[in-house]
């Protein structure tokens, strides 16, 4: 069956029409009729639906929630080949010339009935679909939609995106974001592109309209309102234009804002835009916000302001696999609460790694202020087990970036992570154009696309005695002979970008405080094979703070991103992907409480004032004297003063003490004194200085032993 699904168009090629600013009329309004809710759920072979479907599940949720439960969702089976949904629903006795199906997101594939008469089908799992109901809907009566969705990741065809992933084992299918009908008559908005220009104060707005069964003149007004009050900041309306039948023209339209106030991580404030045609109407919100790095300093530039990114990963698909799953990535307020935890942990961005989200996730980002990466789900290392071609990759590219364009949260298009791969890279280039606010782009392993583009690094100094990385586990009496500038490879090299960490590391625990399949040997070695959760809890903490305080300190990364936020977390008792590979740091997943002491020094290791001591010695003499340095650095935009003291953790004596300025996003070095203790045992050294009504440590445990 060939696809017919009605994908909306790109701009690419699309005339822009000459507006001029008048007074808007009183049009109709569109009307979406949410399909969200229970649905009913059957597995077949067949390629028609079936008689029967008697169990069911939520949409938007997984294959896997269905009651009664399916066995072994997820994986290839003999059982099934496809997941089958069903619902019943009503429509107006009226309908508007324009009815569409809008399946937001879905894996793999999907294909869909009205009313008994098949659509047709739609490849992509990570973007949304549209489809014409009209012709096939009872006006003022109950009808009925069946969609079929591919079992497991195979079913989809080679070089389509499947999510590969070397660390997931299940591969759930469902329809994971919402479903909604959308009515409307002509001329019907297909899209709106918000660009906003700080300097100018104003929003250029790009407005897709799509005509009627009949030609005719289309006007479109428009207005702005602020978010949170309603107050109306901008009014204008376009010149009446001509539309073909079916004919599509894009409009271009720029509105002053009166009182323009700027999006900010630390003030995130919307408008909305509200656009009117005669038969049509459409809202989007947007900020005031430009996002872009500045290739002389290699620092991220907001709003014309410098600043240094730090924050973490939310690996969604990672997270549909684990066993405390449950309604959690649908469940709004546990969403916004997880991003106000995040918070607390001073990130203001987030990479939204290897897959997108449910869509109501980038509405609370924009709203709590967070920067997303955000990461079309591609991941092949040096294999390319799906077989990718540019040329299926580009639609879903297109999809991705009309779907997300207006979103101030978003500020990088990630076209993968990890992966040699040319075609990552020719898709990006055939679609970045269409994006007129120009964001950067990062391309995992492959070649940066740009001068203005960012590349990413991911120094895994732990991975040492891996079998594809020989050797004894890495220890941190090592870190001085450590590069602080990121590794690249050499495609990476291809253009003098930024780098972005936007993961490090390998200590993960699971949240029972045990190692995973990829850490155990760093934690046989470094705590013992019979060492406590809590030893090993203590040792992954301070571990991951230190490395952060390293990547920091040097101010050769522009973003460094803690791996990961938002994971599985499975045992490790078992080789990757069925064993846990990666995990989160909670303890309760349902509370969202971080393990008490990742949070209490990975905390501190990302304050906005940091502070990192370059001592890594795990033995000294007893009284020996040496000079060491504390790299203390300033994200602010206000320069910090204040001392840097050093001392034995638990004892009140101060070793040495120094003054110390920091410039907005600079760097300082203290050099320090101190003599070991006379006594022969174990001690932490605390570096450490008073920001705000906080002390900041960095600490390093030694041994005071004869030589």
Not at 49 to 75: I, N, R, S, Y
Not at 120 to 134: I, K, M, N, Q, V
Not at 455 to 464: A, D, K, T
Not at 674 to 702: C, H, M, N, W
């Amino acid at each position: 069956m060939k696809t017919k699904c009605k994908c909306a168009m790109g701009l690419r090629g699309l005339a822009l029409a000459c507006v001029w600013i008048w007074a808007i009329g009183a049009q109709a309004e569109r009307t979406i009729i949410s399909l969200d809710g229970e649905w009913q759920i059957a597995e077949g072979k067949d390629d028609t639906p079936p008689a029967k479907l008697e169990a069911t599940a939520p949409v938007p949720g997984l294959a896997d929630m269905a009651k009664p439960p399916f066995g072994e969702v997820g994986k290839r089976s003999e059982k099934r080949r496809h997941f089958w949904y069903r619902r019943t629903f009503s429509v107006p006795a009226e309908l508007p010339e324009f009815v569409a199906l809008k399946i937001r997101k879905a894996k793999f594939g999907t294909a869909v009935w009205i009313n008994g008469k098949a659509l047709g089908e739609h490849l992509p799992s990570f973007t949304p679909s549209y489809w014409d109901a009209r012709p096939h809907l009872k006006a003022g009566a109950e009808n009925e939609v069946v969609i079929r969705v591919g079992a497991d990741r195979e079913s989809l065809p080679p070089g389509m995106p499947t999510g590969w992933d070397f660390e997931k084992y299940l591969f759930l299918p469902g329809i994971y974001d919402s479903v909604e009908l959308i009515l409307s008559g002509p001329p019907h908005i297909a899209n709106v592109q918000c660009v906003p220009d700080i300097h100018g104060k104003r929003v250029r707005l790009l407005v897709e309209l799509r005509g009627g069964a009949a030609a005719g003149a289309c006007r479109v007004g428009a207005e702005v309102v602020e978010v949170a009050g309603g107050k109306v900041v901008a009014k204008g309306a376009a010149q009446a234009i001509d539309l073909a039948p079916a004919g599509t023209r894009v409009l271009d339209l720029t509105l002053p804002i009166e009182g323009c106030r700027l999006w900010w991580p630390e003030d995130p404030f919307l408008y909305e835009v509200r656009l009117k045609t005669a038969g049509d109407s459409l809202a989007a919100r947007f900020g005031m916000r430009e996002f872009r790095f500045d290739p002389a300093t290699k620092r991220a530039v907001i709003n014309g302001q410098q600043r240094y990114l730090v924050g973490s990963n939310v690996t969604i698909y990672r997270f549909f696999e684990d066993a405390q799953r449950g309604n959690k990535p649908w469940d709004r307020e546990w969403v916004r609460k997880l991003h106000r935890q995040f918070k607390t942990m001073h990130w203001d961005t987030l990479r939204y790694c290897i897959g997108f989200p449910p869509d109501f996730w980038y509405d609370i980002a924009d709203e709590e202020g967070f920067l997303i990466q955000d990461e079309f789900p591609i991941w092949t290392l040096g294999e390319n087990p799906e077989k990718l071609e540019a040329q299926k990759i580009v639609p879903e590219y297109i999809a991705w970036m009309r779907e997300r364009w207006n979103h101030p949260c978003v500020v990088i298009w990630d076209a993968q992570n990890e992966s040699g791969i040319k075609e990552s890279g020719l898709a990006l280039q055939a679609v970045r154009h269409l994006d007129y606010s120009n964001r950067p782009w990062e391309n995992g392993w492959g070649e940066p696309q740009g001068i203005y583009d960012c590349v990413e690094s991911h120094p895994y100094l732990f991975s040492r005695g891996m079998p594809w990385k020989k050797g004894d586990p890495f220890r941190f009496a090592e870190m001085p002979g450590v590069d602080p500038v990121p590794h690249l490879r050499d495609p990476q090299k291809a253009f003098d970008v930024p780098v972005i960490i936007n993961e490090y590391d390998w200590l993960w625990l699971t949240r029972d405080g045990n190692p995973t399949c990829l850490t155990q040997h760093n934690y046989d070695f470094h705590v013992g094979p019979d060492a406590t959760a809590a030893q090993r809890r203590m040792f992954h903490a301070r571990g991951v703070a230190a490395l952060t305080e390293f990547w920091r300190a040097h101010r050769k990364a522009a973003a460094v991103l803690h791996f990961c936020g938002l994971g599985y977390s499975r045992p490790g008792d078992k080789p990757r992907p069925e064993g846990g590979a990666t995990s989160d740091d909670f303890i309760d997943i349902a509370t969202l409480e971080f393990e008490p002491l990742f949070r209490k020094h990975v905390r501190m290791a990302f304050n906005p004032v940091g502070i990192m001591l370059d001592f890594w010695e795990e033995k000294v003499a007893p009284e020996s004297g040496r000079e060491v340095k504390a790299y203390v650095i300033n994200d602010r935009q206000a320069a910090w003063r204040g001392e840097v003291s050093l001392r034995i953790d638990g004892q009140e004596r101060t070793l040495a003490k120094m003054a110390c300025e920091v410039a907005p996003l600079g760097q300082a070095v203290v050099t320090l004194n101190f003599r070991a203790p006379d006594k022969a045992g174990k001690y932490t050294v605390a570096a450490e200085l008073v920001d705000g009504k906080g002390t900041i440590q960095s600490l390093r445990d030694f041994m005071v032993a004869d030589p």
